[in-house]
């Protein structure tokens, strides 16, 4: 065993042993964290009918995940305000490492690696300064933190990789700090914004919501270049506008459906598998909405209790609920799949390199 061990290793530094890929972690399609009946926490691997491939405990509740582009390894996300991440080989469990916030900083649950799986990018809060941060770790070496850049603006959230490489950024507008929970703490100069920008962190656009109590939170991006916007009402529910949008860089911002119905809180967000429908999710409601992309109407209302990851899945979307159901939009009989888990907020999509 050991001659086989040192044989392997002389192979891995030669560069002849072929690298690990997500097939040998069962070929997942999507990642998403939960909750065990027992209260334990766990990342899971969920292949594209919704069977279970893989579940890797987790130090907390974790909130969203990202998937390198081609090594089985993901990066589970602390819920915000939490101040860690860890990467894990989804393989066998192991923790590859561990990302600790600088000092003043916590992390906001999510992140995304670049094209090439090459480096790290994740939002974070200088709480101290009450600015968002974009950290930047690389992974070809231990995923040791290289940088930071500006998010320009206040309570970065969700990220995404632009298809030319470049990174969109949701600032929430909310300025949080770990001494006093999730408290909001600045609701009534709040200034929610979208930016892009490109790696060294200049800024490529930027734009703000017709509403500033409409917390730009969560993000998905079309392959043409296409952003849909999830939001999040900090005013009286009853006079919530649109929560959902898409925008272009050098459009305007063009909002979709209207906020009735979803009690203020949109969770998760994303295009269908052929990209002509964009779905949000309200678990606090039990909805998601499902708009044509080409009209901006509603083209579908999914009733589901604590309903709220969704990802593009073939050519429509797959959602999940905290009561361990997995679905599609065209099954209106039993869901595809369902687990003893309470499902997390968001599904990764899991999208080989």
């Given at each position: 065993?050991?001659?086989?061990?040192?044989?392997?290793?002389?192979?891995?530094?030669?560069?002849?042993?072929?690298?690990?890929?997500?097939?040998?972690?069962?070929?997942?399609?999507?990642?998403?964290?939960?909750?065990?009946?027992?209260?334990?926490?766990?990342?899971?691997?969920?292949?594209?009918?919704?069977?279970?491939?893989?579940?890797?405990?987790?130090?907390?509740?974790?909130?969203?995940?990202?998937?390198?582009?081609?090594?089985?390894?993901?990066?589970?996300?602390?819920?915000?305000?939490?101040?860690?991440?860890?990467?894990?080989?989804?393989?066998?469990?192991?923790?590859?490492?561990?990302?600790?916030?600088?000092?003043?900083?916590?992390?906001?649950?999510?992140?995304?690696?670049?094209?090439?799986?090459?480096?790290?990018?994740?939002?974070?809060?200088?709480?101290?300064?009450?600015?968002?941060?974009?950290?930047i770790w690389d992974a070809r070496?231990?995923?040791?933190?290289?940088?930071?850049?500006?998010?320009?603006?206040?309570?970065?959230?969700?990220?995404?990789?632009?298809?030319?490489?470049?990174?969109?950024?949701?600032?929430?507008?909310?300025?949080?700090?770990?001494?006093?929970?999730?408290?909001?703490?600045?609701?009534?100069?709040?200034?929610?914004?979208?930016?892009?920008?490109?790696?060294?962190?200049?800024?490529?656009?930027?734009?703000?919501?017709?509403?500033?109590?409409?917390?730009?939170?969560?993000?998905?991006?079309?392959?043409?270049?296409?952003?849909?916007?999830?939001?999040?009402?900090?005013?009286?529910?009853?006079?919530?506008?649109?929560?959902?949008?898409?925008?272009?860089?050098?459009?305007?911002?063009?909002?979709?459906?209207?906020?009735?119905?979803?009690?203020?809180?949109?969770?998760?967000?994303?295009?269908?598998?052929?990209?002509?429908?964009?779905?949000?999710?309200?678990?606090?409601?039990?909805?998601?909405?499902?708009?044509?992309?080409?009209?901006?109407?509603?083209?579908?209302l999914v009733h589901e209790v604590?309903?709220?990851?969704?990802?593009?899945?073939?050519?429509?979307?797959?959602?999940?609920?905290?009561?361990?159901?997995?679905?599609?939009?065209?099954?209106?009989?039993?869901?595809?799949?369902?687990?003893?888990?309470?499902?997390?907020?968001?599904?990764?999509?899991?999208?080989?390199?």
């Amino acid at each position: 065993m050991a001659s086989r061990r040192r044989f392997l290793a002389g192979l891995l530094a030669t560069g002849l042993a072929p690298l690990p890929t997500w097939a040998d972690a069962g070929d997942p399609s999507f990642l998403s964290a939960a909750r065990t009946p027992g209260g334990d926490y766990v990342l899971v691997g969920l292949d594209d009918a919704g069977a279970e491939r893989f579940r890797i405990p987790l130090p907390a509740r974790g909130h969203a995940a990202a998937a390198h582009p081609t090594r089985p390894e993901a990066v589970a996300f602390a819920r915000r305000p939490g101040t860690f991440a860890v990467v894990l080989d989804c393989r066998n469990g192991d923790v590859l490492a561990q990302l600790n916030c600088p000092q003043g900083r916590h992390f906001y649950g999510h992140g995304t690696f670049d094209g090439l799986g090459d480096l790290l990018f994740t939002t974070e809060n200088d709480y101290r300064a009450g600015q968002g941060r974009i950290g930047i770790w690389d992974a070809r070496r231990g995923y040791v933190r290289i940088g930071e850049i500006a998010s320009h603006g206040v309570g970065p959230h969700d990220l995404r990789l632009m298809p030319d490489g470049t990174l969109v950024v949701a600032n929430g507008g909310i300025d949080t700090h770990p001494a006093s929970g999730r408290e909001k703490l600045n609701i009534p100069t709040m200034r929610p914004n979208l930016t892009y920008l490109d790696i060294d962190g200049q800024v490529l656009d930027q734009l703000e919501p017709s509403h500033y109590h409409a917390s730009i939170r969560h993000l998905s991006v079309r392959t043409d270049g296409l952003v849909g916007i999830a939001m999040q009402w900090q005013g009286e529910v009853a006079e919530a506008p649109a929560l959902a949008a898409t925008h272009l860089r050098g459009e305007d911002m063009r909002a979709m459906g209207d906020g009735s119905g979803l009690n203020g809180y949109v969770g998760s967000i994303a295009f269908s598998g052929e990209g002509s429908q964009l779905a949000i999710t309200s678990p606090r409601a039990g909805v998601a909405q499902v708009f044509d992309i080409t009209t901006g109407s509603v083209a579908q209302l999914v009733h589901e209790v604590d309903i709220c990851g969704v990802a593009a899945w073939r050519s429509e979307m797959i959602f999940t609920s905290g009561q361990g159901a997995i679905f599609d939009l065209a099954n209106s009989g039993p869901p595809n799949a369902m687990h003893d888990l309470t499902w997390d907020n968001h599904l990764v999509k899991i999208i080989p390199g």
